[in-house]
């Protein structure tokens, strides 16, 4: 039988690479047969940064759990139930597990699919509270409800050749597009996107794709603004003593956007003098200060119900300091939630295989070894103005 290492969260600011079992077609721990699942062999998984978030302590995350739910993979093993897929096919793993049976999948909410975490609705590959699923971080990985849950791409040849681009399907882009479409980007608008992490640049990218006449990302770190700047964004420099507000007047001639994504969460850091201090509410409340009356919020960045690192008892709760009032007055809109990525992940693949849309491009893909997976973490978490993709197998690099 193959063997199988997987990147292990041991416990805050330190993760390392451990020899894992090879998966099984099986489920929970009472071993039962999953004939509706299949067996990864690992192309891409990537680095996210809400594994940062755990990695860093911010969660209640158990030592030893095995990272990793951005996942691209070629199908070595199928159950018994599988009827679409054949082994080698090349497919995107959308971040969501979901059953593609119960009243939320059937509405096409698989982010909170009602069976597939005992806990509470949604689930995950590798992540805390989100049902237990082993992560994808690995070199091997099991993935349930395969015929529902798996993107098959076209064609192998076409799908190595734009790996770098469709390995940000399983999350990051058809996260960024979800925040940019339910925020009402389209064409003409006018967007301020805060956080340029990789979820940020790929809502900018996609909020270009989705038509809008300027795209508006806003950060501290000057490298991420860059990466902004390379694919034909406007920037704002939260570090600096003029507002976002005052800053997004000097660019559109008004201090206001027609919508607004949080691409940042819960860890956000104050603005201006407060730069260096984590203010958890101060992005939520910049975009409802900078967004018309009647435009719309999209939040797909990550907030917490328990966050032990949190900077008082309140935010340890999830409980922030938000300026509600401001939100109602202005009839603002606020979408939040996992992105239920199958919405958009087939759409988004046909804009990548067409040139659309260079999403590897915008977010500056790196690709790493499954050896160098913890130094990637370390960069990361330095602010470095990359997506960190693991090539376990050595099959893109």
């Known amino acids: 039988m193959a063997e199988n290492r997987g990147v292990a969260y041991l416990g805050p600011g330190e993760v390392a690479l451990h020899d894992i079992d090879f998966p099984k077609l099986e489920l929970d721990e009472q071993k039962r047969k999953c004939e509706h699942g299949v067996i990864l062999k690992i192309v ?37 139930d599988v ?29 909170i699919c009602l069976r597939v975490n005992p ?47 469709l390995t940000c399907l399983s999350d990051i882009l058809p996260t960024g ?12 608008s006018t967007v301020y996107i805060a956080g340029a992490g990789p979820v940020g640049l790929a809502s900018a990218a996609a909020s270009q794709l989705l038509g809008a006449a300027v795209v508006i ?91 032990p690192g949190a900077v008082d008892e309140a935010a340890k709760l999830g409980n922030l300091s938000i300026r509600i009032g401001l939100g109602w007055a202005k009839s603002c809109r606020f979408i939040t939630g996992q992105c239920p990525v199958m919405t958009y992940n087939r759409q988004l693949m046909m804009a990548i295989l067409h040139d659309r849309i260079q999403i590897a491009k915008a977010t500056n893909v790196t690709m790493i070894s499954l050896d160098d997976a913890a130094q990637g973490y370390k960069d990361f978490d330095q602010g470095a103005a990359k997506k960190f993709v693991i090539d376990p197998h050595n099959m893109v690099s």
């Not at 679409?84 to 959308?94: F, H, Q």
């Not at 597009?177 to 003409?188: I, L, Q």
């Not at 001639?253 to 994504?261: I, L, R």
Request: glycine share 14%; proline share 5%.
């Open 217 to 307: 990302v806003g950060d501290l770190i000057p490298e991420r603004l860059a990466q902004a700047r390379s694919f034909g964004c406007e920037t704002v420099d939260v570090s600096k003593d003029a507002s976002v507000a005052d800053q997004i007047d000097q660019i559109l001639g008004e201090p206001e956007v027609d919508s607004a994504v949080d691409c940042v969460g819960f860890e956000a850091r104050g603005h201006a003098g407060k730069a260096g201090t984590e203010v958890p509410a101060e992005v939520l409340n910049t975009v409802m200060t900078v967004v018309r009356a009647g435009g719309d919020i999209g939040i797909p960045g990550l907030y917490v119900t328990e966050d």
């Open 44 to 80: 891409t998984t990537n680095i996210c940064g809400s594994d940062q978030h755990m990695v860093r302590g911010r969660t209640t995350a158990p030592e030893g759990l095995i990272l990793g739910h951005e996942i691209t993979g070629e199908v070595i093993e199928i159950g018994r």
């Open 83 to 111: 009827e679409c897929l054949s082994k080698g096919d090349i497919v995107s793993v959308p971040f969501n597990i979901a059953c593609g049976r119960c009243r939320n999948c059937k509405a096409g909410k698989t982010g």
């Open 177 to 188: 597009y979800h925040g940019a479409y339910t925020a009402g980007v389209g064409p003409g």
């Open 119 to 165: 806990a509470r609705p949604g689930a995950a590959y590798g992540y805390v509270d989100m049902g237990g699923w082993i992560g994808g971080q690995a070199e091997y990985v099991m993935v349930p409800y395969a015929d529902f849950n798996l993107l098959k791409f076209p064609d192998r040849d076409q799908a190595m050749a734009k790996i770098k681009d």
